[in-house]
Protein backbone atom coordinates (compact mmCIF):
# COMPACT_ATOMS: atom_id res chain seq x y z
CA UNK A 1 0.00 0.00 0.00
CA UNK A 2 1.16 3.14 -0.79
CA UNK A 3 1.39 6.68 1.48
CA UNK A 4 1.29 10.14 0.97
CA UNK A 5 5.19 11.31 1.82
CA UNK A 6 5.18 14.15 4.21
CA UNK A 7 8.04 17.49 4.50
CA UNK A 8 9.10 19.48 7.62
CA UNK A 9 7.39 21.97 6.17
CA UNK A 10 3.68 20.19 5.23
CA UNK A 11 1.11 21.94 6.98
CA UNK A 12 -1.13 18.64 7.66
CA UNK A 13 2.22 17.66 10.31
CA UNK A 14 2.83 21.08 11.79
CA UNK A 15 2.29 21.93 15.30
CA UNK A 16 -0.01 24.67 16.20
CA UNK A 17 0.29 26.85 19.01
CA UNK A 18 -1.68 27.23 22.17
CA UNK A 19 -2.67 30.50 21.66
CA UNK A 20 -3.78 29.39 17.76
CA UNK A 21 -6.18 26.71 19.20
CA UNK A 22 -7.80 28.39 21.44
CA UNK A 23 -8.13 31.53 18.70
CA UNK A 24 -9.45 28.61 16.51
CA UNK A 25 -12.77 27.72 19.02
CA UNK A 26 -15.64 29.51 17.93
CA UNK A 27 -16.85 30.62 21.61
CA UNK A 28 -13.87 32.43 22.18
CA UNK A 29 -15.04 35.44 21.15
CA UNK A 30 -18.41 35.11 22.72
CA UNK A 31 -17.00 34.85 26.40
CA UNK A 32 -14.83 37.58 25.77
CA UNK A 33 -17.90 39.53 25.05
CA UNK A 34 -19.86 38.34 27.70
CA UNK A 35 -16.96 38.95 29.98
CA UNK A 36 -16.82 42.59 28.70
CA UNK A 37 -20.28 43.33 28.54
CA UNK A 38 -20.68 42.60 32.55
CA UNK A 39 -17.79 44.58 33.39
CA UNK A 40 -19.37 47.54 31.74
CA UNK A 41 -22.65 46.99 33.52
CA UNK A 42 -21.33 46.25 36.61
CA UNK A 43 -19.75 49.23 36.24
CA UNK A 44 -22.41 51.98 35.28
CA UNK A 45 -25.49 50.06 36.82
CA UNK A 46 -26.03 49.60 40.62
CA UNK A 47 -29.11 47.97 40.19
CA UNK A 48 -27.16 45.17 37.72
CA UNK A 49 -25.01 43.95 41.06
CA UNK A 50 -28.19 43.23 42.91
CA UNK A 51 -28.55 39.54 43.59
CA UNK A 52 -32.24 39.48 42.01
CA UNK A 53 -30.87 40.52 38.82
CA UNK A 54 -29.00 37.22 38.40
CA UNK A 55 -31.96 35.42 38.50
CA UNK A 56 -33.48 38.03 36.33
CA UNK A 57 -30.90 37.87 33.48
CA UNK A 58 -30.80 33.82 33.69
CA UNK A 59 -34.57 34.00 32.91
CA UNK A 60 -34.34 36.39 29.97
CA UNK A 61 -31.24 34.81 28.58
CA UNK A 62 -32.43 31.08 29.02
CA UNK A 63 -35.48 32.01 26.93
CA UNK A 64 -32.84 32.79 24.35
CA UNK A 65 -30.92 30.31 24.52
CA UNK A 66 -33.46 27.71 24.51
CA UNK A 67 -33.75 28.60 20.78
CA UNK A 68 -30.14 29.34 20.19
CA UNK A 69 -29.08 26.40 20.72
CA UNK A 70 -31.37 24.55 18.01
CA UNK A 71 -30.60 27.36 15.39
CA UNK A 72 -27.09 26.78 16.07
CA UNK A 73 -27.00 23.46 15.07
CA UNK A 74 -28.97 24.22 12.61
CA UNK A 75 -26.81 27.20 11.22
CA UNK A 76 -23.74 24.74 11.34
CA UNK A 77 -25.37 22.08 9.48
CA UNK A 78 -25.53 25.06 6.71
CA UNK A 79 -29.54 26.49 7.14
CA UNK A 80 -31.51 29.16 8.63
CA UNK A 81 -35.13 28.75 10.16
CA UNK A 82 -36.72 31.90 9.80
CA UNK A 83 -40.12 30.23 11.42
CA UNK A 84 -38.73 29.69 15.21
CA UNK A 85 -39.69 32.94 16.84
CA UNK A 86 -43.47 32.51 15.43
CA UNK A 87 -43.39 28.31 15.64
CA UNK A 88 -43.07 28.86 19.46
CA UNK A 89 -46.54 30.87 19.45
CA UNK A 90 -48.21 28.45 16.91
CA UNK A 91 -46.80 25.71 18.96
CA UNK A 92 -48.89 27.34 22.69
CA UNK A 93 -51.96 28.62 20.70
CA UNK A 94 -52.73 24.83 19.14
CA UNK A 95 -51.95 23.04 23.24
CA UNK A 96 -54.74 25.85 24.45
CA UNK A 97 -57.39 26.16 21.75
CA UNK A 98 -57.37 22.85 20.81
CA UNK A 99 -57.92 21.67 24.58
CA UNK A 100 -60.38 24.84 25.09
CA UNK A 101 -62.73 24.37 21.98
CA UNK A 102 -62.86 20.50 22.66
CA UNK A 103 -62.78 20.45 26.18
CA UNK A 104 -60.23 17.61 26.69
CA UNK A 105 -57.62 17.71 29.16
CA UNK A 106 -54.73 20.00 28.49
CA UNK A 107 -52.22 17.28 28.07
CA UNK A 108 -53.96 16.00 25.05
CA UNK A 109 -53.52 20.01 23.68
CA UNK A 110 -50.07 19.19 24.50
CA UNK A 111 -49.21 16.40 22.75
CA UNK A 112 -51.36 17.61 19.67
CA UNK A 113 -49.01 20.74 20.00
CA UNK A 114 -46.04 18.98 20.31
CA UNK A 115 -46.87 16.56 16.96
CA UNK A 116 -48.03 19.89 15.08
CA UNK A 117 -44.56 21.68 16.12
CA UNK A 118 -42.68 18.28 14.85
CA UNK A 119 -44.71 18.58 11.39
CA UNK A 120 -43.81 22.11 10.85
CA UNK A 121 -40.23 21.36 11.21
CA UNK A 122 -40.32 18.17 8.94
CA UNK A 123 -41.79 20.00 6.03
CA UNK A 124 -39.32 22.72 6.65
CA UNK A 125 -36.61 20.21 6.28
CA UNK A 126 -38.24 18.10 3.53
CA UNK A 127 -39.41 21.09 1.23
CA UNK A 128 -35.70 22.06 1.70
CA UNK A 129 -34.37 19.25 0.37
CA UNK A 130 -37.16 18.65 -2.65
CA UNK A 131 -37.07 21.86 -3.56
CA UNK A 132 -33.54 22.98 -3.19
CA UNK A 133 -34.83 26.18 -2.58
CA UNK A 134 -32.57 28.33 0.05
CA UNK A 135 -33.92 27.64 3.50
CA UNK A 136 -33.71 31.70 3.77
CA UNK A 137 -37.44 31.30 1.17
CA UNK A 138 -38.68 28.09 2.58
CA UNK A 139 -38.87 29.57 6.00
CA UNK A 140 -39.64 32.76 5.24
CA UNK A 141 -42.77 31.16 3.72
CA UNK A 142 -43.45 29.25 6.69
CA UNK A 143 -42.89 32.10 8.77
CA UNK A 144 -45.86 34.41 7.08
CA UNK A 145 -47.47 31.05 6.92
CA UNK A 146 -47.73 30.24 10.66
CA UNK A 147 -48.19 34.16 11.33
CA UNK A 148 -51.39 34.74 9.64
CA UNK A 149 -52.45 31.26 10.42
CA UNK A 150 -51.70 32.40 14.64
CA UNK A 151 -53.94 35.59 13.94
CA UNK A 152 -56.74 34.35 12.13
CA UNK A 153 -57.21 30.96 14.03
CA UNK A 154 -57.20 32.98 17.57
CA UNK A 155 -59.67 35.50 16.18
CA UNK A 156 -61.89 32.78 14.94
CA UNK A 157 -62.14 31.04 18.08
CA UNK A 158 -62.00 33.67 20.61
CA UNK A 159 -63.13 36.92 18.83
CA UNK A 160 -59.83 38.66 20.19
CA UNK A 161 -55.71 38.17 19.46
CA UNK A 162 -55.56 36.80 22.91
CA UNK A 163 -56.19 32.56 23.54
CA UNK A 164 -58.63 32.02 26.71
CA UNK A 165 -57.51 31.14 29.92
CA UNK A 166 -56.87 27.92 30.58
CA UNK A 167 -55.36 28.14 34.29
CA UNK A 168 -59.32 26.39 35.68
CA UNK A 169 -58.71 23.26 32.72
CA UNK A 170 -57.96 20.15 33.71
CA UNK A 171 -54.03 19.46 33.67
CA UNK A 172 -52.94 22.75 34.32
CA UNK A 173 -51.79 22.33 37.48
CA UNK A 174 -49.29 19.15 36.50
CA UNK A 175 -48.43 20.96 33.22
CA UNK A 176 -47.61 23.99 35.07
CA UNK A 177 -45.11 22.55 37.56
CA UNK A 178 -43.24 20.68 34.70
CA UNK A 179 -43.11 23.54 31.97
CA UNK A 180 -42.76 26.67 34.64
CA UNK A 181 -41.85 26.24 37.56
CA UNK A 182 -39.99 28.20 40.34
CA UNK A 183 -37.71 27.96 42.70
CA UNK A 184 -36.77 30.45 45.18
CA UNK A 185 -32.95 29.85 46.13
CA UNK A 186 -31.65 32.82 49.05
CA UNK A 187 -32.93 36.50 46.58
CA UNK A 188 -32.83 34.28 43.72
CA UNK A 189 -35.63 33.52 41.71
CA UNK A 190 -34.46 29.76 39.53
CA UNK A 191 -37.16 29.22 36.57
CA UNK A 192 -37.22 25.79 35.28
CA UNK A 193 -35.96 27.45 31.55
CA UNK A 194 -32.58 27.43 33.30
CA UNK A 195 -32.77 23.87 33.53
CA UNK A 196 -33.77 23.67 30.02
CA UNK A 197 -31.29 25.87 28.46
CA UNK A 198 -28.46 23.85 30.79
CA UNK A 199 -29.49 20.60 29.29
CA UNK A 200 -29.91 21.62 25.97
CA UNK A 201 -26.64 23.04 25.62
CA UNK A 202 -24.92 20.31 27.33
CA UNK A 203 -26.92 17.72 24.68
CA UNK A 204 -25.69 19.84 21.71
CA UNK A 205 -22.65 20.34 23.20
CA UNK A 206 -21.77 16.59 23.52
CA UNK A 207 -23.56 15.38 20.27
CA UNK A 208 -21.72 18.20 18.18
CA UNK A 209 -18.31 17.33 19.16
CA UNK A 210 -18.65 13.59 20.17
CA UNK A 211 -20.56 11.65 18.35
CA UNK A 212 -21.07 10.83 14.88
CA UNK A 213 -24.03 12.56 14.44
CA UNK A 214 -22.03 15.79 15.30
CA UNK A 215 -19.59 14.87 12.84
CA UNK A 216 -22.48 14.87 10.00
CA UNK A 217 -23.91 17.77 10.92
CA UNK A 218 -20.35 19.58 10.46
CA UNK A 219 -20.07 17.99 7.32
CA UNK A 220 -23.40 19.07 5.62
CA UNK A 221 -22.84 22.05 6.63
CA UNK A 222 -19.44 22.35 5.48
CA UNK A 223 -19.88 20.53 1.47
CA UNK A 224 -23.03 18.97 1.39
CA UNK A 225 -22.22 17.40 -1.93
CA UNK A 226 -18.32 15.90 -0.92
CA UNK A 227 -20.47 14.82 2.73
CA UNK A 228 -23.13 13.01 0.41
CA UNK A 229 -20.37 11.32 -1.42
CA UNK A 230 -17.98 9.84 1.76
CA UNK A 231 -21.84 8.16 3.02
CA UNK A 232 -23.14 11.55 4.98
CA UNK A 233 -27.38 11.06 5.31
CA UNK A 234 -27.08 14.65 4.24
CA UNK A 235 -31.10 14.86 4.07
CA UNK A 236 -32.25 12.92 7.41
CA UNK A 237 -29.64 15.16 8.96
CA UNK A 238 -31.04 19.08 7.72
CA UNK A 239 -34.53 17.26 8.32
CA UNK A 240 -33.76 16.41 11.65
CA UNK A 241 -32.25 19.27 12.49
CA UNK A 242 -35.46 21.36 11.74
CA UNK A 243 -37.46 18.67 13.45
CA UNK A 244 -35.06 19.45 16.49
CA UNK A 245 -36.23 23.65 16.26
CA UNK A 246 -39.51 22.57 16.40
CA UNK A 247 -39.26 20.66 19.24
CA UNK A 248 -37.56 23.31 21.08
CA UNK A 249 -40.28 25.75 19.68
CA UNK A 250 -42.81 23.93 21.00
CA UNK A 251 -40.95 23.59 24.64
CA UNK A 252 -40.75 27.39 24.91
CA UNK A 253 -44.28 27.60 23.89
CA UNK A 254 -45.42 25.25 26.19
CA UNK A 255 -43.18 27.36 29.06
CA UNK A 256 -45.10 30.75 27.82
CA UNK A 257 -48.52 28.80 27.60
CA UNK A 258 -48.09 27.62 31.73
CA UNK A 259 -46.69 30.55 33.16
CA UNK A 260 -49.10 32.95 32.09
CA UNK A 261 -52.26 30.98 31.10
CA UNK A 262 -52.90 32.91 27.77
CA UNK A 263 -51.05 33.97 25.10
CA UNK A 264 -51.27 36.50 22.64
CA UNK A 265 -51.07 35.49 18.92
CA UNK A 266 -48.61 37.97 17.85
CA UNK A 267 -45.73 37.36 20.23
CA UNK A 268 -42.43 35.83 18.94
CA UNK A 269 -42.44 38.35 15.77
CA UNK A 270 -38.58 38.91 15.37
CA UNK A 271 -37.37 36.66 17.99
CA UNK A 272 -35.66 34.40 15.03
CA UNK A 273 -33.46 37.38 14.31
CA UNK A 274 -32.30 37.38 18.29
CA UNK A 275 -31.87 33.73 17.94
CA UNK A 276 -29.56 34.03 15.03
CA UNK A 277 -27.58 36.70 16.59
CA UNK A 278 -27.07 34.54 19.25
CA UNK A 279 -25.68 31.98 17.27
CA UNK A 280 -23.45 34.49 15.31
CA UNK A 281 -22.31 36.53 18.19
CA UNK A 282 -21.38 32.57 19.75
CA UNK A 283 -19.10 31.88 16.60
CA UNK A 284 -21.56 30.41 13.94
CA UNK A 285 -20.31 31.54 10.24
CA UNK A 286 -23.34 32.37 8.57
CA UNK A 287 -22.15 29.85 5.69
CA UNK A 288 -22.40 26.75 7.82
CA UNK A 289 -19.94 24.17 8.80
CA UNK A 290 -18.82 25.92 11.89
CA UNK A 291 -20.03 26.94 15.31
CA UNK A 292 -20.43 25.83 18.78
CA UNK A 293 -23.95 25.80 20.92
CA UNK A 294 -21.96 27.12 24.26
CA UNK A 295 -20.93 30.02 21.88
CA UNK A 296 -24.48 30.20 21.38
CA UNK A 297 -25.83 30.17 24.56
CA UNK A 298 -22.58 32.63 25.46
CA UNK A 299 -25.04 35.03 23.26
CA UNK A 300 -27.75 34.26 24.78
CA UNK A 301 -26.23 35.20 27.71
CA UNK A 302 -25.13 38.51 26.21
CA UNK A 303 -28.75 39.72 24.99
CA UNK A 304 -30.02 38.91 28.54
CA UNK A 305 -27.03 41.08 29.93
CA UNK A 306 -27.79 43.86 27.61
CA UNK A 307 -31.49 43.81 27.73
CA UNK A 308 -31.29 43.94 31.49
CA UNK A 309 -28.56 46.29 31.49
CA UNK A 310 -29.75 49.40 29.47
CA UNK A 311 -32.67 49.38 31.66
CA UNK A 312 -30.71 49.05 35.08
CA UNK A 313 -28.07 51.79 33.38
CA UNK A 314 -30.93 54.00 32.45
CA UNK A 315 -30.51 54.63 29.10
CA UNK A 316 -32.94 54.82 26.35
CA UNK A 317 -34.17 50.86 25.68
CA UNK A 318 -35.25 52.21 22.02
CA UNK A 319 -31.32 51.81 21.45
CA UNK A 320 -31.63 48.50 22.29
CA UNK A 321 -32.07 46.80 18.69
CA UNK A 322 -29.06 49.23 17.28
CA UNK A 323 -26.94 48.03 19.69
CA UNK A 324 -28.00 44.21 18.42
CA UNK A 325 -27.62 44.76 14.48
CA UNK A 326 -23.99 46.18 15.68
CA UNK A 327 -22.92 43.45 17.64
CA UNK A 328 -24.11 40.72 14.50
CA UNK A 329 -21.83 42.55 12.62
CA UNK A 330 -19.14 42.93 14.63
CA UNK A 331 -19.15 39.66 16.09
CA UNK A 332 -19.22 38.62 11.97
CA UNK A 333 -16.09 40.81 11.54
CA UNK A 334 -14.68 39.17 14.72
CA UNK A 335 -15.48 35.67 14.00
CA UNK A 336 -13.83 35.89 10.28
CA UNK A 337 -11.27 37.52 11.35
CA UNK A 338 -10.11 35.27 14.54
CA UNK A 339 -10.76 31.72 12.18
CA UNK A 340 -8.48 33.67 9.53
CA UNK A 341 -5.57 34.41 11.96
CA UNK A 342 -5.57 31.32 13.59
CA UNK A 343 -5.64 29.50 10.06
CA UNK A 344 -2.26 30.88 9.42
CA UNK A 345 -1.02 30.16 12.41
Same mark, same amino acid.
Given at each position: +????????????????????????????????????????????????????????????????? +??????????????????????????????? +??????????????????????????? =?????????????????????????? =??????????????????????????????????????????????????????????????????????????? =?????????????????????????????????????????????????????????????????????????????????????????????????????????????? =???????????
Amino acid at each position: +MSSTPTTAGDDRVKARSPLAGLLSTPEVGALIGAFAVLVLFLAVAPAFRSVGAIGTIGYLASTIG +MMAVPVALLMIGGEFDLSAGVAMTTSALVAS +MFAWQFSTNLWIGVIVSLIVALLVGFL =NGWLLVRTKLPSFLVTLGTFFILQGF =NLAMTKKITGGVTSPRIADMDGFDVAQKLFAASWKLGGITIWVTIIFWVLLTALGAVVLAKTQLGNWILASGGDQ =NAARAVGVPVTKVKIGLFMFVGFCAWLLGMHTLFRFGSVQSNIGVGDEFIFIIAAVVGGCLLTGGYGSVIGASLGALIYGMTNLGITYAGWDPDWLKTFLGIMLVLATLV =NTYIRRQAEKR
